[in-house]
């Protein structure tokens, strides 16, 4: 069966830090991934997704960038942490080559930036 | 701009009753729909999905009913449980790469 992963689970940074947030999935192939982020009591925003290898697509211009240097390993990273980066970070992968269909999400990681 | 919305932020309901949870969406495009349940400080866990050429599906304890003449979609628990409190969201996928995402109903069960 496919597992996600994420960590860490919790992450507290001074603004103006790097930042460095590490998700791999288990049991597939070339899937899709996703990293989206929650403010607290609200809805999902998805920031980046990616297709495959080296292929990363961004939704929303922000502080944050993303990379995929294996298959099933996709980074979010920040070279200088804003306040207004503060929340929960969730990825989540999908079946490969099919965007319409059900995304399976990690357990997050929730960051604090103070 | 196309959006999914809740029509009710919170919902409280007496244990074993059942749950209704509503969804509107805009975008005619859509024709793949998921609810997920999300408890505190968890991932959002998928619960039903149901494409458009439905307007039922039935799961274990639970329902999804699309309406796509009103754009609607609900969710409908049986008998609620304690643990069936969390936050619930619906999503669409309307030809794009990525889900978009109600704002989410809190879901209270009362003991």
């Known amino acids: 069966s496919q597992t996600i992963h994420q960590w860490p689970a919790t992450l507290v940074q001074p603004v103006g830090s790097p930042l460095s947030l590490e998700c791999t999935v288990e049991?597939?192939?070339?899937?899709?991934l996703y990293w989206y982020r929650q403010a607290a009591g609200r809805g999902l925003q998805l920031l980046f997704y990616?297709?495959?290898?080296?292929?990363i697509s961004s939704e929303v211009p922000q502080n944050l960038s993303a990379s995929r240097p294996q298959d099933r390993q996709f980074i979010l990273s920040s070279k200088k942490l804003l306040l207004s980066d503060s929340g929960f970070y969730l990825c989540?992968?999908?079946?490969?080559?099919?965007?319409?269909?059900?995304?399976?999400f990690g357990p997050g990681t929730r960051l604090l930036v103070l | 701009g196309e959006s999914v919305g809740l029509h009710l932020p919170t919902l409280s309901v007496q244990e074993g009753d059942n749950s209704i949870i509503n969804c509107a969406y805009s975008?005619?495009?859509?024709?793949?729909f998921i609810w997920y349940k999300q408890e505190s400080g968890k991932g959002p866990q998928f619960i039903i999905d149901?494409?458009?050429?439905?307007d039922k599906r039935q799961g274990q304890r639970v329902t999804v009913l699309l309406n796509k003449t009103v754009k609607h979609l609900s969710l409908q628990i049986a008998a609620t449980q304690p643990g069936d409190s969390a936050v619930y969201f619906c999503?669409?996928?309307?030809?794009?790469?990525?889900?978009?995402f109600g704002s989410g109903t809190r879901l209270q069960v009362q003991p």
């Open positions: 989540a992968w999908s079946t490969p080559r099919q965007f319409q269909e059900t995304q399976y």
């Open positions: 049991g597939t192939s070339n899937p899709n």
């Open positions: 990616s297709v495959g290898i080296g292929q």
């Open positions: 975008n005619s495009a859509s024709d793949y």
């Open positions: 149901i494409r458009s050429n439905m």
């Open positions: 999503a669409e996928n309307g030809g794009r790469r990525a889900l978009t």
